[in-house]
């Protein structure tokens, strides 16, 4: 363990069992760690650097030892976030896996069997499983509790039918969280069921769709008689509300910037554009790439304390703070960072190819590009407008919408087609 007048002492959040020795991992310490890894093993050797990471217990230094974690509180995620930047190369977990790290590894850590953490958590880290999330449909979006695809017991196995929709990388994806409608005469909230869901499968087809930045990142996914296993069930029977709920609580946390280091990320990109092009401007662009500057730091200490209330597995709905923010942040970087280029801002660089990337372009590095992906960032994971709904209902503790559906069997609203 290293010593230091800096050190700070952390109590293993992971319960000692008695007459067990309690572990005590100082901040040092994990930052001894981190930089042994770095030292043992090439960082451009993606899936070793990143297997060794979480072996080590690093990659969610949360976790429970052996899941990849080493059982602290989240917050030393970014001493380790801060220690990698110091890596021959530096993975955005975000963009690399957005789904599996963000989404499928909490969930699989509250709700997954052994089995399942065997064979999922290191594999979704290393980024050799990519996942996608299977929720919203063309009649459920924001209602996304309305789903209509089914899924019919049949032994050890679920039957699958329906059509899911922008489900993100399901053309590169080994495996999605799949929520389903299980019992169609329960109200909408209690009939849904969740799954793990083997997207080789026979009879899951997946169907490209382009959107603005002219990339296929997202599909179709259409389900005709597909085979689920009900041991990759995640919660009970008709509890996939919840699993749902605390699957987009993650994403939201996720989507909202996560751990990041100081100045990077996407105002990193307004910073690249502004060091070549401030000699085409004043002091008032100047203002504005501080004001930006300022808000990404708010958004990054938020993240932070966010990251203090968070359990391993579920954060709260403080979460869809930092989404909010996030959102409506990136939209406002990606105007600037075009501004900030001056005439050339008009100019989409030549070639708009119509290609199917293999990771979620969130991470987005030219400013073109950036401007045209963030558009999609107040809707993805849950619109601004439903997030300041929640934050105005479960945060605020403000009345609640209307909702006439709530009580009836989802098999008895009425809906088009
Ligand atoms: C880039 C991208 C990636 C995506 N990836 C995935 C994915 O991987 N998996 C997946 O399942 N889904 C994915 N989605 C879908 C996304 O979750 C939905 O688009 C989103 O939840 C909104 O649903 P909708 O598009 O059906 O819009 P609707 O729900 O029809 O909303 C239309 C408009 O009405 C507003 N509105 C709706 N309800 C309310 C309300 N109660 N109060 C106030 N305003 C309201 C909305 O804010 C919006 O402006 C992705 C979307 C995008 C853009």
Same mark, same amino acid.
């Given at each position: 363990?290293?010593?230091?007048s800096?050190?700070?002492?952390?109590?293993?959040?992971?319960?000692?069992?008695?007459?067990?020795? +309690?572990?005590?991992i100082?901040?040092?310490?994990?930052?001894?760690?981190?930089?042994?890894?770095?030292?043992? +093993?090439?960082?451009?050797?993606? *899936?070793?650097?990143?297997?060794?990471?979480?072996?080590?217990?690093?990659?969610?230094?949360?976790?429970?030892?052996?899941?990849?974690?080493l059982?602290?509180?989240?917050?030393?995620?970014?001493?380790?976030?801060?220690? @990698?930047?110091?890596?021959?190369?530096?993975?955005?977990?975000?963009a @690399?896996?957005?789904?599996? %790290?963000?989404?499928?590894? /909490?969930?699989?850590?509250? #709700?997954g069997?052994?089995?399942?953490?065997?064979?999922f958590?290191?594999?979704?880290?290393?980024?050799e499983? %990519?996942?996608?999330?299977?929720?919203?449909?063309?009649?459920?979006?924001s209602?996304?509790?309305?789903?209509?695809?089914?899924?019919?017991?049949?032994?050890?196995?679920?039957? *699958?039918?329906?059509?899911?929709?922008?489900?993100?990388?399901?053309? *590169?994806?080994?495996?999605?969280?799949?929520?389903?409608r299980?019992?169609?005469?329960?109200?909408k909230?209690?009939?849904?069921?969740?799954?793990?869901?083997?997207?080789?499968?026979?009879?899951?087809? +997946?169907r490209?769709?382009?959107?603005?930045?002219?990339? $296929?990142?997202?599909?179709e996914?259409?389900?005709?008689d597909? !085979?689920?296993?009900h &041991?990759?069930?995640?919660?009970? &029977?008709?509890?996939?509300?919840?699993?749902?709920? $605390?699957?987009?609580?993650?994403?939201?946390?996720?989507?909202?910037?996560?751990v990041?280091?100081?100045?990077?990320? /996407?105002?990193?990109?307004? @910073?690249?554009?502004?060091?070549?092009?401030?000699?085409?401007?004043? /002091?008032?662009?100047?203002?504005r790439?501080?004001?930006?500057?300022?808000?990404?730091?708010?958004?990054?200490?938020?993240?932070? !304390?966010?990251?203090?209330?968070?359990? $391993?597995?579920?954060?709260?709905?403080?979460?869809?703070?930092?989404?909010l923010?996030?959102?409506?942040?990136?939209?406002?970087?990606?105007e600037?960072? @075009?501004?900030?280029?001056?005439?050339?801002?008009?100019?989409?660089?030549?070639? #708009?190819?119509?290609?199917?990337?293999?990771?979620?372009?969130?991470?987005?590095?030219? /400013? #073109?590009?950036?401007?045209?992906?963030? !558009?999609?960032?107040? %809707?993805?994971?849950?619109?601004?407008?439903?997030?300041?709904?929640?934050?105005?209902?479960?945060?605020?503790?403000?009345?609640?919408?209307?909702?006439?559906?709530?009580?009836? $069997?989802?098999?008895?609203?009425?809906?088009?087609?």
């Amino acid at each position: 363990m290293v010593a230091g007048s800096r050190a700070r002492w952390v109590r293993a959040a992971v319960p000692a069992r008695k007459g067990s020795i +309690v572990t005590v991992i100082s901040e040092d310490d994990v930052r001894a760690r981190v930089r042994a890894l770095i030292a043992d +093993v090439d960082a451009n050797d993606r *899936v070793a650097f990143r297997g060794t990471q979480f072996d080590r217990g690093l990659a969610w230094v949360h976790f429970p030892e052996g899941r990849g974690g080493l059982g602290l509180s989240p917050k030393m995620q970014t001493v380790v976030a801060a220690e @990698l930047q110091n890596a021959a190369r530096v993975y955005d977990d975000i963009a @690399l896996n957005p789904i599996g %790290i963000g989404m499928a590894a /909490p969930l699989l850590v509250t #709700y997954g069997s052994d089995e399942m953490l065997d064979r999922f958590l290191r594999r979704i880290f290393t980024g050799e499983d %990519i996942w996608c999330q299977l929720f919203s449909e063309p009649g459920a979006g924001s209602d996304v509790a309305s789903l209509a695809t089914r899924a019919v017991r049949d032994g050890d196995e679920w039957i *699958v039918n329906g059509q899911k929709v922008w489900t993100t990388l399901g053309h *590169v994806s080994n495996f999605g969280l799949l929520a389903a409608r299980t019992d169609p005469d329960q109200p909408k909230h209690k009939g849904m069921s969740y799954f793990v869901v083997d997207m080789h499968e026979a009879g899951v087809e +997946v169907r490209p769709l382009f959107q603005i930045t002219g990339e $296929a990142e997202f599909n179709e996914v259409f389900f005709t008689d597909a !085979r689920v296993r009900h &041991e990759y069930m995640l919660g009970q &029977e008709g509890d996939g509300w919840n699993v749902a709920v $605390a699957t987009l609580m993650n994403e939201r946390v996720a989507l909202g910037g996560g751990v990041r280091s100081r100045g990077s990320g /996407p105002i990193e990109v307004v @910073l690249e554009a502004w060091r070549d092009n401030q000699h085409l401007h004043g /002091p008032a662009m100047r203002d504005r790439v501080a004001q930006l500057w300022i808000r990404s730091e708010v958004l990054r200490f938020t993240n932070q !304390r966010a990251r203090t209330v968070a359990k $391993a597995g579920t954060p709260g709905p403080e979460g869809s703070i930092g989404k909010l923010l996030s959102a409506e942040l990136n939209k406002d970087i990606g105007e600037c960072a @075009l501004d900030v280029l001056g005439a050339a801002g008009m100019l989409h660089p030549a070639g #708009y190819p119509m290609d199917r990337p293999s990771h979620a372009g969130l991470d987005a590095r030219d /400013p #073109y590009r950036m401007f045209l992906r963030m !558009r999609a960032q107040s %809707i993805e994971g849950g619109t601004s407008e439903v997030m300041r709904n929640i934050l105005g209902e479960r945060v605020l503790g403000l009345p609640k919408e209307p909702a006439t559906d709530r009580d009836l $069997a989802w098999s008895k609203v009425p809906r088009n087609g």
